[in-house]
Nanobody, 118 residues
Framework: QAQLVESGGGLVQAGGSLRLSCAAS????????MAWYRQAPGKQRELVAR???????FYAESVKGRFTISRDNAKNMVDLQMNSLSPEDTAVYYC????????????WGQGTQVAVSS
């Protein structure tokens, strides 16, 4: 059974840093594209960063240059290093695992809260 467990959220002052981690189990981690999404109160869930099985990364414009996504296929983990945080980054952050071949699969973690105070 697939399971994604996020950790590392918390409260930080503006300008500070946090590192989120997502531990995956029950999937062949190395073939999945891993991503971090976030959802702020009253807003839709949005893609923050994505890393393919080959290591190609994509970042939302709002976090480019501040956030870094990385993965460790040996440990089945994906991290999100967040620097220069602002109150606009306050949201629940979700880990996502996705693949389309040989069959489609899409899994979500339970989310971890990130709050940035001004």
């Amino acid at each position: 059974q697939a399971q994604l467990v996020e950790s590392g959220g918390g409260l930080v002052q503006a300008g500070g840093s946090l590192r989120l981690s997502c531990a995956a189990s029950g999937i062949i981690f190395r073939i999945y594209t891993m991503a971090w999404y976030r959802q702020a109160p009253g807003k839709q869930r949005e893609l923050v960063a994505r890393i393919t099985y080959g290591g190609t990364t994509f970042y939302a414009e709002s976090v480019k240059g501040r956030f870094t996504i990385s993965r460790d296929n040996a440990k089945n983990m994906v991290d999100l290093q967040m620097n220069s945080l602002s109150p606009e980054d306050t949201a629940v952050y979700y880990c996502n695992a996705n693949k389309n071949w040989p069959s489609r699969a899409d899994y979500w973690g339970q989310g971890t809260q990130v709050a940035v105070s001004s």
